[in-house]
């Protein structure tokens, strides 16, 4: 018997409305990931070091990049309805997991805000102020402020976790998963998003495993419209 063809154990009636806002929970994530990909390309790589090289390029994208801030923000905050209606529709047959899983992504979206896109947030405003400052003195200024958000972003424990955290949250998603309720192949790509999360901290020693934050990324977006796909049908019944 298709896992999918059989409802897990544990779910309600009254879920059902649970389910369906986590399915478009799911779809608006996956429509936000797909359109940071012409976003990303037209604002292109930020300067990897020197804050003033950094304020320069933000304050020269400011406009791109508040867009990417903004969408990936209210991104994080719709993982926290569709993980919720994952458990839901999970818990019946891996309560403790998915009750990690959970934890994984709660984590997440607290580091991603607080950290990540409020370093960016500091680094866009200020670079507009550095590109319209006329003195060298404001620009002195500006730079010295925005050392410590430049600082952050250039940390590889902070770019690790903002991959591992969310990928590790989807692996322990799929071992559930792997117990019925939800097909195989969406078990084994989430999966295989947590082992490319993982491979990837290897990056910051073998140069070479550098695209696997690409396939993740790739894995993570497919991941969530199966899941959301799967969550749907759920509600419906």
Not at 5 to 22: E, K, N, Q
Not at 200 to 225: C, D, H, K, Q
Request: aromatic share 10%.
């Amino acid at each position: 018997m298709d896992d999918e063809t059989v409802v897990p154990a544990g779910i309600d009636p009254d879920s059902r409305w649970i389910l369906r806002t986590g399915a478009i929970c799911a779809f608006a994530v996956v429509a936000g990931y797909l359109a940071t990909f012409p976003l990303y390309a037209w604002v292109g790589i930020p300067p990897s070091a020197g804050t003033e090289a950094q304020l320069e390029y933000f304050g020269s994208h400011a406009d791109g990049w508040w867009t990417i801030a903004w969408l990936m923000i209210v991104t994080d905050l719709l993982l926290l309805p569709l993980f919720l209606a994952l458990y839901r529709a999970l818990k019946g047959v891996g309560r403790d997991l998915m009750l990690l899983a959970v934890a994984c992504i709660g984590l997440f979206v607290a580091l991603d805000m607080a950290v990540t896109w409020t370093a960016h947030s500091v680094l866009i405003s200020s670079g507009t102020a550095f590109t319209a400052a006329t003195s060298g003195a404001a620009k002195a200024a500006l730079a010295a402020s925005a050392a410590y958000p430049s600082a952050i972003l250039e940390s590889p424990v902070a770019g690790t976790l903002a991959i591992v955290m969310p990928s590790l949250g989807i692996l322990l998603t799929g071992l559930v998963m792997l117990r019925g309720g939800f097909s195989k192949p969406t078990a084994y790509l989430a999966l295989a998003t947590g082992v490319t999360a993982i491979a990837f901290m290897g990056s910051y020693v073998v140069e070479a495993l550098s695209p696997l934050r690409i396939v993740n990324a790739l894995l993570v977006t497919v991941w969530y419209a199966l899941a959301g796909i799967r969550l749907y049908r759920l509600g419906q019944r």
